[in-house]
């Protein structure tokens, strides 16, 4: 699941998936406001049409004329697109990072599945 700048991490591991031959089922869930929002979705079509293995969701959170399952915010999209086998991996703005590892074990997500960049520890200065 990525939002703004997060993508590019994400995509770049589906990229390296694809070079090592990879086939295990993904789906990249890719929060914006609107379609147009979208950040680089033609090549994320490409990627998309490259990989059958590849599933690409955008999650469009003020778009009224997005499909059902793309609307609403990337984690609940991403929720309703989860399979019990899968791990997921959070990659976005601060925002969107915030309450996502709860939301996640809510829904039933186990623990060592869930990944989420680490975010750098505040100095404390005497």
Known sequence: MAG?????????????AAGEG????????????????????????RLQCAHDWLTLVPALSHDSHAAPGECGDALT?????????????VCGPPAMLAGSRLR???????????HLPRLPQARVTG
């Open 4 to 16: 703004d700048t997060g993508l590019a991490p994400l995509r770049a591991l589906v990229e390296q």
């Open 104 to 114: 996640l074990l809510a829904a039933g997500v186990l623990a060592d599945r869930v």
């Open 77 to 89: 999209v991403a929720l309703d697109h989860l399979r019990p086998d899968q791990d997921v991996l």
């Open 22 to 45: 990879g086939r295990q089922r993904a789906t990249l869930v890719v929060g914006a406001r609107t379609f147009t929002e979208l950040y680089d979705a033609v090549s994320l079509d």
